[in-house]
């Protein structure tokens, strides 16, 4: 299979071939039948300027009768009127603007035997006098006219020898110097679909080779392109898609190991409380159960979590959407958090405003809403203040909750909704939750065609802000 470099190189090669062939072709016939075509002109113009003289002769002699049946009287008649040599000045002027060899009209008459071919018809078009023509063919010819009266005809047979030798000779030279014209422009052309063809086919075989790595698993491989045009956009973009496999190994490898350590915990736990009661170290007693039961429900909290989560992420998560109130569900989480927040001192501010209708699915909303203010009774210090606001903005909603501390660095905030994640690593899972509450609530946003972004909070602490958007159409106001 041939490569891309010569590809390119023959297609050029081709194209530019075709192209001189053409133009060598066209060229040539055009030469062709503008030779020809000055060259009967330049007859028609002699016999244009016999014709008056033939007139004259007419009158003068009262009749054709004198060169009817005398051949040499019509020979000398055009002996006589035979273009003369050009003079000195016309000379002179024919080399400072020559035209093509053999074509003056001298040069003409000589060459092409105008006078042999040149006969003489009266008024009925009878022969007079040279050449014998066929009856029925048309020949080029002029009227002679004495008084406004047609007395006779002058004309000329075609020429059937072609171009004078100079003037083939000339035709002959063009065709060289064309030929050796379309020789060094497919020289220069194949030069330049060489160098054309290097410069597109380099970059296609880095990408070529970075595909292959990619395909290999082999996410660290960059290509080098550098230019501007559609490979090179092809190029950043290759580049980006290996940038994004490489940071998906790496999370998918560190959601493993965070699978497997979150499992492994609560898991040891169990198997450590079964066999401690099982050899008579700890009683089965109303303590040991609860702490059996504790790690069976945090077990099974984290299993429900991953299979949320790896639902959403395959698409899979089903969505059951209706009209409903948003405000009305609003406040119907936060009553569910309300005593909780109390035992904590936790000031609750509300700004919700009222007939905010929306197209969602309201168990997924109450399970983002629950995950969010999940986190303020956990990670809020005692006596605390959230906020949560809810208000229609133009043709969206925006959800914005936020507490006033502990705050964050921002390089905490960016990895808010990473799986796993805590502020803390050292946090406690009876404290910290699994890790996964942010990355459900940002799958379940995105399935709204919302957004989800974490932020300083004007109260000190974080701020989280869902926006989404209304359909169009949409008004429950």
Known sequence: ????????????????????????LITKG??????????????????????????????????????SGHPWRWNRLLRLT?????????????????????????????????SKRLFLLDAKKLRVAGRVVSPGVQYNMEAVEVAG??????????????????????????GRMLLISLVIALVIAA?????????????????????????????????????????????????????????NRTARRRWMAD?????????????????????????????????????????????????????SDAGALSFHKQELDFGSLTRQAVEAFESRMGSKGINLELQISDGIWFDGDPQRLRQLLHNLLENCCRYTEHGATVRL???LINDRIE??????????????????????????ASRSRSTGGSGLGLAICRNIVEAHQGSIKAEHSSLGGLGIRIIFPLAEGFDRS
């Open 259 to 311: 699978i497997a350590h979150e499992l492994r915990t609560p898991i040891a736990i169990l198997k450590g409380e079964l066999e401690a009661i099982e050899d008579g170290v700890r009683p089965l007693d109303e303590k040991s159960m609860r702490s059996l039961r504790e790690e069976a429900k945090h077990l099974a909290r984290l299993v429900d979590d991953l299979q949320t989560l790896a639902l």
């Open 399 to 424: 959800l914005y909750l936020e507490d006033s501390g502990p705050g964050l660095k921002t390089t905490q905030i960016e990895q808010l909704f990473d799986r796993f994640y805590r502020v803390e």
């Open 30 to 67: 055009s030469l062709r039948h503008g030779l020809a075509e000055y060259i009967e002109r330049q007859e028609v113009l002699q016999m244009q300027e016999l014709a008056p003289e033939l007139a004259a002769l007419y009158q003068q002699e009262s009749g054709w009768g004198f060169l």
């Open 82 to 114: 035979r273009p003369p040599s050009p003079t000195a000045g016309e000379f002179i002027e024919q080399q400072r603007r020559p035209g093509p060899p053999g074509t003056s009209p001298r040069a003409l008459h000589e060459r092409l035997n105008l």
């Open 1 to 24: 299979m041939r490569s891309l470099r010569a590809k390119i190189l023959l297609a050029l090669v081709i194209s530019v071939v075709i192209a001189l062939v053409v133009v060598l």
């Open 389 to 391: 606001q809810l208000q």
């Open 191 to 247: 030069a330049l679909g060489f160098l054309l063809a290097r410069h597109l086919s380099r970059p296609v075989r880095a990408l070529a080779v970075e595909v292959g790595a990619l395909t290999r698993g082999e996410y660290e491989l960059r290509a080098d392109i550098r230019t501007k045009d559609e490979i090179g956009a092809l190029g950043r973009d290759i580049n980006s898609l290996a940038e994004a496999l490489e940071k």
């Open 149 to 174: 009266v047609v007395v006779g005809w002058l004309g000329f047979v075609p020429a059937q020898i072609g171009l004078p030798r100079e003037a083939q000779r000339f035709l002959r030279n063009q």
